[in-house]
Each structure stands twice: as structure tokens, then as C-alpha cells.
């Protein structure tokens, strides 16, 4: 993760607590503390906000309550307005993920950047729009019903993502999960092999090639760690005993 | 967006039918219908999952409750499940984001896909994880909270954004929004240059050339639309009238 500054999120007269709350936990998951409040109805501080947020790093101990949008906005270089739909305004629109790409090359070049969301009834209003520097409107299904929470965290989401260093696929490395060298593998295949020749399943012999060719292209899809490579020559082992010992009973 | 079969969302042994409606609304929102519900809690139908989930699409209505996950997932052939932290698996561990990539194409292929969570108290156990292709873990800040509903509602969002082809940034296109030709653009600058000119703001002479580039070039990168273009025209006249009548009131 980057050192960069996370965007402040501003809630336009939020009316419930619990979204308030909601919206601080979601912000503390993706590394966003700056919590501004205008003019929440219910005033502040607010039980339910709390109860909501136990625990999320502080982010509703701190957020601070201004009296219009413009002051909690006041001292930030690049604002973003949410907005569930378009508005007529001829202001460019953003997918969450644009929004937050540039929000993170604005907080590299030492920006302050900000997120501003409407209340759960009415959204932002124009006037407020008219305030930020564009649009972000999360692109959804026919059916679109995002709450102020979920809308908060997606954003959120999106900028902890666009500075995020995570692999997008990995498999965890201990001791035991090391790969296996490639004579590991050829040990592996050897006795596989042998004991299957001897078992009798490669047959008919012209088949030979063919059928040891597909089982070890199968072996290999399964990309095995070390640990997996001797689990699977513990389980020949055993197999093939048993083999030899119902030989040994039954003849 | 494509008309990809999306993936079957499958919660085992949820608890609360609050975070049952969340995960159905989240689910609605980016166009996933298909529920399953391995042994609710509270039983089936609940009217706290109803009163979270009104209105989302028939989500929750259409929800199938299974005995055992196995059964849950039996006709799915890609199932990834989900785990908030590491689990000393050797599986694969996806971003949401790689994840929806490969739902995607394996949607594509006509595979029926699915993704499987846990509870919110414990999560997934080794066995259920056991049953499915890989896992996806959802990259979070040192505080690392997310509620069944909302891991369900990034998941979904990254499958809906996968498959997704909204322009990142886009302005809206109305008769009165549509781009101003050169020509029109030449006609506002000469227009706005010579009130500069007569009303004595381009001075001194040499600086003429200089000034004139810089104004345009700030013209040019608000990237105005005709209807902008015809306003700022509007607003020279009348500021120019202004100042003419200040002078023959003045002079």
C-alpha cells in the first residue's frame, strides 16, 4: 500500500446514524480516516453511529461536523460529487475506479482530495454538484439500490484497489509449500509409473507412451508443492501394498 | 453488459436474516439472481431478510434453502469460496477482482459458477473450503471488518465491473451538450479578444500575443459544449454593455 493521503469522505446531511456508522466502518477497511458530517439531522454525536462503528479505528471518534458543504470542502484541491444517477449536468461522469485512479494521482502529487455523498433521500442537490470538480456514478444492474454505506465503501474499495500491491492470485509459501524441484518430480513420476507398470494398468504396451504422457500432464496441472509431492507417494505406497498383499492372500 | 449466466451466490448457515436481505439486495444491484441458503439459523422464509431485501428483484422470494453445502454447489462447476484471512491452504488465493475475470470466462464457456461464504461469526470451515477450486480474499487496511453483506456486495460489484462496459469517464450528450465546431470556437475567441481589446485589458502591446494564447488555452481546457460556448458569449455582451454604459454614465 501506498503512503498517500486517502480522500476525505463528506456526508451531506446524513439522516441515519447507522449509515453514518456504516459509512465509517466501510472507510476504516480501505485506509480512509477523514470523516466530515454537514449538518446531520440527527445531530452529533450519535448512539447509533457509534454502535455501528464499534471498533473501526476511530473514524467516527474524529469526524468532524461543519454547517455547509462549502466549509467541510473548503481547504480540499479535488472533490468528487456521488450521484445515483445522471442529472443533466454537463460535468464528466466517473466509474468509481477512473474516480479513484485519479484521486490517487492527485494525493501523489500532495492533493487533498475529497469524496461527497447526499443523504439517503434526496442525494446531493445541484447546487452541491455545481461545488465538486466532477461526477462518480457506480454503474449497476436495472435494478440500482445502493445505500449511503454501500456506496461509501465501494468507493472506498475502489481507491484502497487502485493503490493496492496484492497479487491477484497467489498460493501461500511455507517450509511445506515450497515447490518441488524437478527431479522431485521426476522421483515422483518414476515411482508412479513403476508401480503402475508393474499393477499391470499401462496396457497394451504400444499405449505406454501415450497414457504416461497424459497422466503426468494431469500431475503437473495440479502445480503440487512439495509437501503434496510426498503425500502422493505416501498414498502409492500404500496402495500398491495393498495390492501386493491381496496378490499374496488371494494367489 | 454481457448476458453471461451469473454466479449462483451460496451463504452457509447465515445467522441473521438482516445480513440475508443485504446480500440480496447487494446481489440485485449488479444483476446476480440465484441464492442458496445452507440451513439459515433462523429458518426460512424470515421477515427480517423480506424487510432488508424489499423490492431486490425477487432475490430473496426465489432463495433455496439446502441441507449440506455440498448439496448446495452439487451442479456448479467453479466454486470459489471466501475467507477474510489466510488459512494455511495450499489453494489458490484470488483478488475479488481476478476472481470475477475468471467467473467471466467461465461463464463464457457455459460453465455454471458460484461463489460460497461463510457465517459471520466463523466464517467458512476447512472442510466446506475443501469442496471448492480456490479462494478469494478480499484486500483490506490493517482494520479488516467486513459484514457478510458487504463482502457479498464487492464480490457482486467485481462481477458486475468485470463484464461491465461503462465508458470510465463520460459527459452526457444532449443537442445543447454537443461539442462546439472550430469554427465556433474561433467566433468566441475573436469575440471575447476584442472587448479585451477595446475595454483596455491587453496591455501593454507586446504582451498582446502572449496574453491572448494563455486565455484560449484556458478556454480550450474547460472543453466546452455549444450551449457553454453560447453562455460565455452571452455573459461578454453583457459585461461589455456594462462597461460601456459606466463609461457614457462616467465620461
Known sequence: MSARAAPVIILSHPQLGENIGAAARAMANFGLADLRLVAPRDGWPNKKADAMAAGAGGVVECARVFGTTSEAIGELELVY???????GTTKEILTPAEAAKRL???AARGE???I???NERAGLDN???SLCDAVITIPTADFASL????????????WFRAGDTTTPARTEHGPLHRKPTREEMFQLFAHLERELESSGFLYPPEKHGTMVRAIRATVHRARLTYQ???TLRGMIVALAKGKHRVKKDGA
Open 112 to 114: 487533498k482530495t475529497g
Open 127 to 129: 447546487e452541491e454538484i
Open 147 to 158: 445505500n449511503l454505506g454501500q456506496a461509501v465503501l465501494l468507493n472506498a474499495y475502489e
Open 104 to 106: 490517487q494521482a492527485a
Open 81 to 87: 460529487a456521488t450521484t445515483a444517477r445522471e442529472r
Open 116 to 118: 461527497l455523498f447526499g
Open 228 to 230: 503434496e509431492v510426498q
